[in-house]
Structures are given as structure tokens and as C-alpha cells.
């Protein structure tokens, strides 16, 4: 009689994720810019992203601006320095325009970039690396990993903290900053969850980090700069947003 040949010791191996890289000569990356009154800044940042050395298609969704935001995006158009311009026909937030400029991208990564100057394309590079190389399928960038940042409001990094850490609870992740703008996700990925975004304002956030969690995306997070605005440059986030956060944390991981 054969004697039974002992069961293998299972092994890491056996249950890691493939690496998934994407060739950085071959892709393409779609930039999502939801603008709502920008003028002053809107044409500084999509030269910015232009300047960016790799191939890529700038979307730009206005969110209904009444300050003349559409007149320089559509200048932007008319001169070839954006590819795609969308305008809400209502005000219906950074969310809604965000999920909207994900509707229309074909990119092979996408990334979410502010028209606001406080986020810096030059980061670009650590941020995407991770997906490039094939071990993340989203990357975080963290305004409090040691970045070079502007000093502003201390209880907006209490609330961001806050926000980050009840999050963190609901999804089982261990994110530094939750809030962060810069969040950059495999295209096809992030297409996939675009039907089942509902958040309109800055629930965007905590839904698209509630949704990847959900996804079982490995999420890689890195230090980036940030450059702050204060009220009086235009920033438009406020407190009533930081509480109506909480909900959005909790309806998007329990309810959803």
C-alpha cells in the first residue's frame, strides 16, 4: 500500500495577490477636476497638469460656477489644454461633479485633482507608483505623513483626524487621512464603483473610501505637500461638511 503523501504546509505565497503592474510607457492617465468657482485658479492648475510628463486626458466638470469659471474652461477647451468639459446644470456639489468626470474617463489610472492649487501635481510620481508597480489598486496621498505643508487651522486636523479614525473603525483600514483629495485608483476599478456612488457633496470621500474598502482594494497611502487655503483664498469646506461627514461614514459603511 502507497503510504498518503503529507499535505504541503500552506504558505504565504498561497494566498498573496499577484502583482498587477501597468507599464509606465503604455498608460494613461485621466485627470477628474471638478471646479466650482475658480476662475483665479482654475488656468494655473490645468497648466500645472499639463506639465506633468506622461500621457494623460484632463476632464473637467464645472459645477455650475457663477464667478466666469465657465468662460475660462471653455477658452481652456477651445485651445486644446483640457480634453473633456462637462457644466452640471445645477449646483450639485464636488461629489456629484467628481462622479461625473469618473463617467467619462478611459484612463488607465485616475486621480482626483482640485482646481484649488493646494494639491501639487509634481507628487504625481510617489503617488502613482505603488499602482504602477503593480501592488496597490489605489493610493492615498497623506497630508500628514511628513509632507511639506502649509501651517493652518489646527481643528480642521483635529476634525480631519476625527473623520479618519471613525472611518478607519467602520472599514478596517488604517488610512492617516481619509479626507485627503488625492486619491488615485485603477481606471477600471473606479469605473466599476461609479453607479454605486450616491454622495453629491464632500461625502465623496468617505464613500469612494468606503466603497474600495468594500471592494477589497489593496489601498497603499504616501506622504504628499499640501499648500492650505484659508477662507478669505476661497477655501469652502466648513463645519457643517465635517458633521454631515460623520453621517456619510456611517450611511456609507452600516447602511449602504
Not at 504565504?12 to 498608460?27: F, G, I, K, S, Y
Request: hydrophobic residues 40%; glycine residues 6%; negative net charge.
Amino acid at each position: 500500500m502507497t503510504p498518503l503523501t503529507p499535505p504541503r504546509p500552506r504558505r504565504p505565497t498561497d494566498v498573496m495577490r499577484p502583482r498587477t503592474p501597468l507599464d509606465p510607457a503604455a498608460v494613461r492617465l485621466s485627470v477628474l477636476i471638478p471646479v466650482y468657482n475658480e476662475r483665479e485658479t482654475i488656468d494655473l492648475i490645468v497648466d500645472q497638469v499639463r506639465a506633468a510628463p506622461m500621457a494623460k486626458e484632463i476632464i473637467c466638470v464645472d459645477d455650475c460656477s457663477s464667478d466666469g469659471t465657465d468662460e475660462v474652461l471653455e477658452t481652456l477647451l477651445a485651445n486644446g489644454a483640457i480634453d473633456q468639459l462637462y457644466r452640471q446644470p445645477t449646483n450639485m456639489g464636488k461629489g456629484a461633479a467628481t462622479r461625473k468626470a469618473l463617467s467619462m474617463s478611459s484612463g488607465d489610472i485616475v486621480i482626483v485633482q482640485d482646481a484649488d492649487l493646494e494639491y501639487d501635481p509634481a507628487d504625481w510620481p510617489v503617488l502613482l507608483e505603488p499602482i504602477l508597480d503593480g501592488r496597490a489598486d489605489a493610493c492615498f496621498g497623506s497630508r500628514f505623513l511628513g509632507g511639506p505643508h502649509r501651517v493652518l487651522y489646527y481643528w480642521h486636523s483635529v476634525g480631519n483626524a476625527l473623520l479618519t479614525i471613525y472611518s478607519n473603525m467602520l472599514t478596517n483600514l488604517n488610512l492617516t487621512d481619509m479626507e485627503t483629495c488625492y486619491k488615485a485608483m485603477r481606471g477600471d476599478l473606479a469605473r466599476s464603483l461609479v453607479p454605486k456612488l450616491t454622495a453629491n457633496r464632500f461625502g465623496f470621500e468617505p464613500e469612494i473610501t468606503a466603497r474600495l474598502a468594500r471592494a477589497d482594494a489593496r489601498i497603499f497611502e504616501v506622504p504628499i505637500s499640501y499648500s492650505g487655503r484659508t477662507y478669505a483664498e476661497g477655501k469652502k469646506i466648513g463645519w457643517r461638511d465635517g458633521l454631515a461627514a460623520f453621517w456619510h461614514i456611517t450611511r456609507f459603511n452600516l447602511f449602504s
